[in-house]
């Protein structure tokens, strides 16, 4: 069963990862349509009572038209559509990920010992305890005086995340940090719709039931919660994104200026788009300069930081007959040394690491002439970022990154 393993684990992978994409495709796609539906209600003659707009909308050939009201109807109808498990599904299947990943094999993803020691219980134990306390201060800060000023709770939430993702730098990895963020946010996201979008809606058909008006603060605190839902969505996609591009997190350092850089330019995206449909085309447009100078701003901090823009310290350039070129057959026994010292144990036809049934990603490190075809992905990986090996299991030291890092340099310098 022990050689099952690793295949157990690559497939529960991207069978989970298929699952939530799916999901958050559902979810968000439903999401951005009911915020573009509201922004396009217009007022009309002869409206129903208690309507407060009307969308006309084509699609596939046909139209629909879609009405809005105020609260509620007077009377409902027999079948009624509950927006819930696209949201539900998302968070479950990315939370299932997430401990499949990250807390079943936390020694490569999550834990960083140059960080943390921890053991991997408490890792988990660290990132579990985060989500739910996150969810709890967010809630409260909703709750707070701070609900009645739109802008100044967005501001309170806003700094709150950006905090947290520094407090997740000091005991995670990297990655496990940024990916954390990310989970803390959409966990934020599926708690407003199970603890508040949810249980005001049902609240609202039990009054009608009953003969009462629905209280219009089940509304506004409702359309508030779906709100920030909103606006942070663009943000955590690019945070679960990140994990697969290390340059993102190649300096913990600077993960919680990255997170604001990106959380500002997400929001403006989607105020620009929101307005876009309310105002028929009359938006501000400015939202995008700004949105664009907050993603070079993510990239200039995130790529001044990286470990492949400090020089190496104490290390002499290799001499010219051994700084092959990336076009070259075969790799120099420099650089073969150490790669088949520190990365070729998990990138071989049969790995010998505990828990990699197959080579990652398919790269092959086990000879020159392979060390030579991915000279670029090395380059990424263990010389611009110290993502590779993860969290330097194998104890790669400067002094080898060093020469990888100039026999790359003599590559580029030969294919000029």
């Not at 709770?153 to 990297?174: D, E, H, I, P, R």
């Not at 920030?228 to 969505?233: E, K, V």
């Not at 990336?326 to 520190?342: H, I």
């Amino acid at each position: 069963m022990a050689a099952w393993g690793p295949y157990i684990w690559e497939w529960g992978s991207i069978l989970l990862r298929w699952l939530h994409v799916t999901a958050a495709i559902a979810w968000i796609g439903a999401s951005f349509f009911f915020m573009h539906l509201d922004a396009s209600l217009r007022k009309m003659q002869d409206m129903k009572a208690g309507v407060s707009g009307v969308s006309w909308q084509v699609h596939g050939g046909g139209f629909y038209e879609m009405s809005k009201y105020t609260l509620a109807p007077a009377v409902l109808p027999e079948h009624l559509i509950w927006h819930k498990w696209q949201s539900y599904w998302t968070w479950i299947s990315g939370f299932a990920l997430l401990c499949w990943v990250y807390y079943g094999q936390s020694g490569f993803f999550l834990i960083d010992p140059a960080v943390m020691a921890l053991a991997p219980w408490q890792a988990a134990l660290i990132g579990v305890g985060a989500l739910a306390l996150g969810w709890l201060v967010y809630d409260l800060l909703c709750k707070s005086p701070l609900a009645n000023n739109d802008a100044a709770l967005a501001l309170a939430g806003f700094g709150y995340v950006v905090a947290t993702s520094y407090a997740f730098t000091l005991v995670f990895s990297g990655r496990g940090a940024l990916i954390h963020t990310g989970a803390l946010m959409a966990t934020m996201m599926t708690a407003n719709v199970f603890f508040v979008i949810m249980p005001n809606q049902r609240k609202s058909v039990a009054a009608l039931i009953a003969g009462r008006a629905p209280d219009p603060k089940w509304v506004k605190t409702s359309k508030q919660r779906s709100t920030h839902n909103n606006y942070i969505t663009l943000p955590v996609l690019f945070m679960m994104l990140s994990n697969h591009y290390p340059l993102t997190f190649a300096n913990a350092s600077v993960i919680p200026a990255v997170v604001t850089c990106v959380i500002v330019a997400g929001a403006l995206v989607r105020y620009f788009y929101n307005l876009w449909h309310a105002e028929h085309g009359k938006a501000p447009w400015w939202a995008w300069f700004v949105a664009a100078m907050a993603i070079w701003a993510a990239f200039w901090i995130a790529t001044a930081a990286s470990p492949g823009m400090r020089p190496a310290l104490g290390l002499a350039p290799l001499p010219p007959a051994k700084a092959a070129g990336l076009g070259a057959p075969r790799a120099p026994a420099e650089v073969v040394d150490v790669v088949t010292s520190r990365c070729s144990m998990c990138h071989a036809p049969e790995p010998v690491w505990e828990g990699i049934g197959e080579a990652p990603k398919g790269v092959l490190l086990d000879t020159p002439e392979h060390i030579a075809a991915f000279g670029p992905a090395i380059r990424m990986q263990a010389v611009l970022t110290h993502a590779m090996p993860p969290n330097n299991l194998t104890e790669m030291t400067a002094e080898e990154r060093g020469v990888l890092a100039h026999w790359l340099a003599g590559a580029a310098v030969a294919g000029n």
